[in-house]
RNA sequence: CGGAGCGUAGCUCAGCCUGGUAGAGCACUUGGUUUGGGACCAAGACGCCGCAGGUUCAAAUCCUGUCGCUCCGACCA
């Protein structure tokens, strides 16, 4: 390709909305431009280098026996419904409706789609196992797109969906999936781990992540050096020691605390309680109801975990005028314990009682972390303003529903595996691995008949890449002040033969033509830089672009019979002319 | 959706406080001088100052509303 006949608009400074290095650089390089929010073109440039992954992804997905499949983007809400995300998922998919105000749904995903097709399509156990995938589009209505292509409402996903005879199969599958992204990350030039993870929305019984340290990175994974245990803090759990168990001592003990609405406050004098001694009660609507969570003083709520627990993910905390409502106490004075109402006179009173009835509140369930099982001599809120309760024993005073883990896991605590010091570090997630299940299969009556003749659901994965956010966090990972630095696999040229002089009778650019015309002939991508530039802006934009090789021709070099190959990124070496080929390939292979 | 900020030329931004009819640098066009790391000189073209109301003799500037964008939080590949 010649330089003056693609479109590779470089910028010399960023456009203003983009905050990292990677968004920066997709914007400066001329790889994307903005149509709106979340929304994004792939200019020429940009779509070399996405379609470089997305070929890497496709040949590691056949490779591992998958096979490719192309599902619409626009899907009838039906299926969506009768997997029960129309409601649980309703808040990222994208709708439209058509001229006969029928409504559609933009493909978020596409398990409902691929569960249809195997119900139809699969009917014996010989025709297993599947593994079908596709490389498309996909919208989600993000609250909060960010970052360029990290985030946004339309991006580019590598799904697959395998289907098994049984959980083991399945298993096999799993593994398959996880080595063989293992792969395409490395082919990407990434160094990318994976971690345990949380499942979500898409449901399932376990999944990983992988992950590219990056400080811009959206999610916090926890992990130990010592036994390489790995996992997002949204699911992560250490080996911390519950709390210490005193002498059930004396009756519950309401003391005066005027003012105070903080642990922290609780917890100087003259008060003294230590953190650690405390009973933090959170309120949470879930499906419009209230529920009571419970973790100590010192700890913070996951909610990720929390969600899980509850199995909804909607859910918010109750607003102090809700909680007031239904206690009868504001923030800072709450407990699970007094959620009397005798202290409320008459109007107030049957206010409080009907709210409590609508609100199903009565049945109200109270989670505890299980940090707390077995605590005692503990302090909590006294529903009361003004007021807490000291001596509190949980087994005793507080009607617990149930004991989950729910804390948020902080650096330092010990690997629940081999008792070392868990680090945290920030990460971008490019890829997820689930195992399903039966979930869509039995919703969706996807189903093969065994050698013995029973009718067994088909036993589930999903498996996702995330192919535009790649690409960035390719760029974020491979970059310095100049530009981005392209790994050659994914590099939309390899090599930039510049040329100082691109008059058509001058030496340099003859030669720079016939270095081309090898260099394609090889196989190489090979773009020539035609353009009447001064060498500065050719320099300057190649380092920007970020090609692995540039090979420049020009006077001084020439007359020494030289031409000057260099790596970006790496030292600069003069070549013989009739050597330069050859030299630029040995490059290409090292 | 809650909190914060910003919308002026293709890009980066000034002007707004204190109202008087549109600016700079880069990019673009033409001519000239340059030519190994984002050149210089000259001349040009490019603006519904996000949009809609309001105040005023007069609004980029003040007021109200609205839309969009960015950042922090919840969501995700």
């Not at 105000?101 to 569960?115: D, G, K, P």
């Not at 898409?202 to 999610?219: L, V, W």
């Not at 975990?305 to 509850?310: D, E, L, R, S, V």
Request: aromatic share 8%.
């Amino acid at each position: 390709m010649k330089w003056s006949q693609t479109l590779i608009p470089t910028l010399r400074e960023a456009p203003a909305d983009a905050e990292i290095a990677s968004h920066k650089l997709l914007l400066r390089a001329g790889l994307i431009r903005k149509l709106a929010g979340g929304v994004y073109s792939f200019l020429p440039l940009g779509l070399r280098a996405l379609r470089k992954v997305e070929q890497i992804v496709r040949e590691e997905m056949n490779r591992a026996g998958a096979i490719e499949v192309l599902l619409p983007a626009l899907q009838p809400p039906e299926i969506w419904q009768q997997s029960g995300r129309y409601e649980t998922a309703s808040a990222v998919l994208f709708k439209a409706k058509d001229n006969a105000n029928r409504e559609w749904v933009l493909s978020a995903t596409a398990e409902e789609v691929i569960t249809t097709i195997a119900a139809g399509e699969i009917n014996s156990y010989r025709q297993l196992p599947k593994n079908f995938y596709q490389i498309s589009v996909k919208f989600r209505d993000e609250i909060r797109p960010r970052f360029g292509l990290m985030r946004a409402r339309e991006f580019i996903m590598k799904d697959a969906y395998s289907f098994d005879v049984t959980d083991d199969a399945a298993q096999i599958t799993y593994q398959k999936m996880y080595d063989a992204y293992a792969k395409i990350f490395a082919r990407c030039g990434l160094k990318a781990f994976a971690v345990e993870a949380d499942t979500g929305v898409i449901g399932g019984k376990f999944s990983h992540e992988f992950m590219i340290p990056a400080e811009t990175g959206e999610n916090e994974v926890v992990f130990c050096e010592s036994c390489g245990y790995a996992a997002n803090i949204e699911k992560a759990t250490s080996g911390i020691p519950k709390t210490a168990t005193r002498e059930i001592g004396a009756a519950i003990e309401k003391f005066a605390t005027p003012g105070v609405v903080t642990i922290e406050a609780l917890s100087k004098a003259p008060y003294s309680v230590p953190a650690n001694r405390q009973i933090k009660t959170l309120i949470y609507i879930a499906d419009g109801k209230p529920v009571i969570v419970l973790i100590r003083g010192d700890d913070q709520l996951n909610e990720a975990k929390f969600a899980g627990k509850i199995g909804t993910t909607v859910f918010r905390p109750a607003t102090a005028e809700e909680i007031n409502l239904f206690l009868g106490a504001h923030p800072g004075n709450l407990g699970a314990i007094n959620m009397q109402y005798e202290h409320l006179s008459g109007e107030i009173q049957q206010t409080f009682l009907d709210v409590r009835k609508s609100q199903a509140w009565d049945n109200c369930k109270i989670f505890a972390d299980e940090r707390l099982r077995g605590a005692n001599e503990m302090t909590t809120g006294a529903n009361e303003d003004g007021f807490h309760l000291r001596n509190v024993s949980i087994e005793r005073d507080i009607k617990v529903t149930d004991w989950f883990d729910l804390r948020i896991v902080t650096a330092g605590e010990p690997c629940a595996k081999c008792g070392k010091q868990l680090k945290i570090r920030r990460a971008i997630e490019v890829g997820h691995v689930f195992k399903l299940g039966t979930k869509y299969s039995e919703a969706f009556n996807a189903a093969y008949l065994d050698e013995s003749g029973n009718r067994k659901p088909c036993v589930m994965g999903c498996y996702g890449i995330g192919v535009t956010r790649t690409l960035q966090a390719v760029i974020e990972q491979c970059n310095d002040k100049d530009g981005i630095i392209w790994p050659l696999s994914v590099a939309p040229y390899q090599i930039c033969i510049t040329p100082l002089n691109v008059d058509v009778n001058n030496e340099a650019m003859k030669l720079a033509e016939k270095f081309y015309a090898e260099l394609t002939s090889r196989g190489v991508d090979v773009i020539l830089d035609d353009r009447d530039e001064r060498p500065g802006v050719k320099f300057k934009d190649a380092d920007l672009v970020g090609f692995p090789i540039r090979i420049a021709l020009g006077e001084k070099s020439l007359a020494k019979g030289e031409v000057e190959i260099k790596p970006r990124g790496g030292a600069l070496q003069a070549v013989k002319i009739d050597n330069a080929v050859e030299a630029a390939m040995t490059l290409l292979k090292s």
